[in-house]
């Protein structure tokens, strides 16, 4: 071979070497999915429901893993601790992702160091409801007898100090009634209490409720968004009741921090192409999640900024102080 031929197969090794190096095609095993909710939560449901709409794309399964307790730190927690090779993710909401930054004062898990954005799923709103057999035809009824008793009307959340519990607070001050929080660390548990009349009313996401108002179960007195919406268009919104009241969670998926940057990048673009489906976003709409249809990877980054700098205004306002 001429000096000229071994100087050309020596630039190509280099190459070689590198294209060999590659990360493999992924996904090629299951994708784990975990939650710090439990199965039959509103969360959980979306995430299951998500979850087999990408396994198709992937060709992989899509396991979800429950992970429920400690208010979120739980799933948090393990989810934070797992290897971040791109096939453990976090679905969390705002509770975990952002106010128990402002609501405990030391967590096992740093919500903005730990985890990786990946893509915000939806908005979830959440609604005040009450059983069917209740009294209570209104928020203005709901309202109106926390007035007369104060502390009498009982209002089952999953925590003072969490999303739905902080709504709840913010509704009463509002009001200028108190109610009484019975904290439930299962929302199924809550909505069974509600119906067997040991509660008066719920605060919890509308995903986790949808079902019971609509089989005649509950009455939804009031939905947290600014506007009513399509599939609840009876259910008066609370920015009618209190003028530019919005209060709405979200869902988003994470990753563990040191996840490749590709890996986190594919997820993004193939969730997006799930949700941008017209019957996807119906069917999370009717779950109680409005899908956010477009999202960078940096806009979502962006958000969660956002998000921390909101809620500590909000959670300042509330008197709450970290425990």
């Keep these: 071979m001429k000096r000229r031929d071994f100087a050309g197969a020596a630039l190509l090794l280099p190459l070689a070497g590198a294209l060999h190096a590659q990360t493999p095609a992924w996904p090629q095993r299951p994708v784990k999915f975990i939650l710090s909710q439990p199965a039959g939560a509103g969360p959980d449901i979306l995430a299951r429901y998500l979850g087999e709409q990408l396994a198709r794309l992937w060709n992989q399964g899509v396991v979800v893993e429950n992970r429920p307790g400690g208010q979120n730190v739980i799933g948090a927690q393990a989810a934070a601790r797992s290897a971040a090779d791109g096939y453990t993710f976090y679905y969390a909401t705002t509770a975990a992702m952002v106010t128990n930054a402002f609501t405990f004062k030391a967590l096992p898990y740093d919500p903005v160091k730990d985890f990786a954005p990946v893509r915000l799923v939806g908005r979830s709103p959440f609604v005040i409801a009450t059983s069917s057999a209740a009294p209570f035809k209104d928020l203005a009824q709901a309202l109106a007898a926390a007035k007369a008793q104060p502390g009498a009307v009982t209002i089952g959340t999953e925590g003072p100090k969490t999303f739905s519990g902080m709504l709840a607070d913010s509704v009463a001050v509002k009001g200028g009634v108190k109610l009484n929080h019975v904290s439930y660390t299962k929302g199924p548990e809550a909505i069974q209490d509600l119906i067997g009349g040991r509660i008066q009313l719920v605060c919890l996401p509308d995903a986790a409720l949808t079902a019971f108002i609509k089989s005649g179960q509950l009455r939804a007195l009031a939905i ?91 959670i300042k306002s509330l008197g709450i102080t970290a425990e």
């Design 224 to 314: 947290s968004t600014a506007q009513r919406q399509p599939d609840m268009p009876n259910v008066p919104a609370l920015a009618e009741t209190f003028p530019g009241f919005e209060y709405t969670g979200w869902n988003g998926l994470f990753a563990p921090a040191g996840t490749p940057a590709d890996v986190v990048a594919r997820v993004n673009r193939d969730l997006e192409t799930v949700l941008r489906q017209p019957e996807v976003a119906q069917r999370l709409q009717a779950l109680g999640s409005l899908a956010e249809p477009k999202m960078s990877v940096p806009e979502f980054e962006a958000f969660m900024r956002g998000e921390h700098e909101r809620w500590r205004e909000v």
